[in-house]
């Protein structure tokens, strides 16, 4: 088969949309420009950018970070490919070992400002401590990139 799939939100921020900036439905398919398909080899991690207007002609920047996870076997085995169940015919003692593959997953970033470089470092940072299995709660970290404070002028820090 392909190996082609469908998209799916894991996660995200904030949980329920802000009256003012909703969230963009069909993201995961814009993740993905190609289509969600597994590969036989682990890809480098990609970054693009790209430019969604709304209905009121309002911008949103799309960040985008994918990386690629390898994916157990019986992961694999247990998603049927173009829709179609597969049938088992497995021989008990088949020499071949099953092919390792890979899936991609992605960090999107949505704003309605135009600053790459510092998307880039954001989802960089988010990936870093992902794969570095760090036991910080992603919400902390996103809470954490998306606060600032700013100082009163002649006031206390």
């Known amino acids: 088969g392909s190996g082609d799939g469908q998209g799916q939100i894991l996660q995200r ?4 949309d802000w009256e003012d900036n909703p969230f963009p439905q069909g993201i995961e398919l814009f993740c993905q420009p190609s ?3 597994l590969f036989p080899e682990m890809n480098p991690p990609s970054f693009f950018v790209a430019v969604l ?9 799309c960040a ?4 690629w996870e390898p994916l157990d076997t019986t992961q694999a085995q247990s998603h049927p490919r173009n829709g179609e169940e597969e049938e088992e015919e497995e021989e008990p003692s088949s020499p071949v070992q099953p092919t390792q593959l890979f ?3 992605s960090l999107v970033l949505v704003s ?9 470092n954001s989802l960089g940072l988010i990936y870093t401590i992902y794969v570095d299995g760090m036991s910080v709660p992603l919400e902390s970290v996103v809470g954490n990139l998306l606060t600032c404070t700013i100082p009163i002028t002649g006031g206390a820090q």
Do not use: M
């Open 13 to 16: 921020f904030p949980e329920k």
């Open 35 to 37: 289509g969600w398909q």
């Open 53 to 61: 207007t709304d209905i009121n002609s309002e911008r949103h920047y």
């Open 64 to 67: 985008c970070f994918t990386f």
């Open 103 to 105: 899936a991609p997953k």
């Open 112 to 120: 309605r400002l135009d600053h790459a470089e510092v998307f880039r």
